[in-house]
């Protein structure tokens, strides 16, 4: 669930986007219509002095006890029933908390029990703003490197009205009045668990060119209404 999404904005308007105090200067970002897991991405969260940070971590969380970093490919999502428990996800749970920012994802709809024959679909807020996906960080020595490596997974719950004839899970989308509870230290008596739910913020769905499965396919024309479909406006330019 949630394998793909699309960025567009560049680094100033996601640090707009979310109140950010400091971007690291690491943070280059090109227009990527089809982000893929292991691609190093933008991420918010709270620095060593609690200001919020836009900085960039490679997608698929390993946690700090991993060996290798095979773990990474199958960590690009948590469930959110299990975070607080499974030994991949639960120490970041407790400490790491960040947002990864969007501006649309991507879903693949099971046209036949055995989902061999599926259909792309896009997913983005109504108004086409920027929107903040609940993710876990972790930070380690890189196995095979030696050098630091920060890495962070995305949250998943169960579908929302838009999601449901689609898929049986969406990411945690937050509502900007959640990004202070979602960044702030976590008190043990209290976890943010109930951020963790359906998308409350305005959806819509729209079907692509099955082209985005390929990762190496990453232009404009992949988030566009696919063919078959009647023609709906485009803010993504």
């Known amino acids: 669930m949630c394998g793909r999404y699309g960025l567009k904005s560049d680094k100033q308007s996601i640090a707009d986007a979310f109140y950010t105090k400091k971007v690291n200067p690491k943070v280059v970002l090109a227009p ?117 490596l920060e890495t962070f997974t995305v949250i998943t719950t169960d579908p929302n009205e838009v999601m449901q004839p689609i898929h049986t899970r969406m990411p945690v989308i937050l509502r900007q009045e959640d990004y202070e509870r979602w960044l702030s230290p976590v008190d043990p008596a209290r976890p943010p668990t109930e951020l963790l739910r359906p998308s409350l913020v305005n959806l819509e769905a729209w079907k692509v060119d099955p082209k985005v499965g390929n990762v190496r396919n990453i232009g404009p024309e992949l988030c566009e209404p696919w063919a078959d479909e009647p023609p709906v406006p485009s803010l993504f330019g």
């Not at 971590?57 to 290798?68: A, E, Q, T, V, Y």
């Not at 999502?77 to 920012?101: D, G, L, N, Y």
């Not at 609940?134 to 020595?141: D, I, K, N, Q, V």
């Open 32 to 148: 990527n219509y089809n982000v893929a897991p292991s691609t190093f991405l933008p991420v918010v969260r709270l620095d060593e002095e609690g200001d919020r940070e836009l900085t960039l971590m490679r997608w698929g969380l390993i946690p700090f006890f991993s060996k290798d970093d095979k773990t990474g490919f199958k960590s690009t999502s948590a469930r959110a029933e299990t975070i607080a428990t499974v030994p991949t996800f639960r120490e970041a749970f407790k400490r790491r908390h960040c947002i990864v920012p969007a501006d649309w994802f991507y879903e693949w709809q099971g046209l036949d029990p055995q989902r061999k024959k599926t259909q792309s679909w896009a997913i983005a807020r109504k108004d086409r703003k920027l929107f903040g996906m609940a993710g876990l960080w972790e930070s380690l020595t890189d196995p095979t490197t030696r050098q630091p």
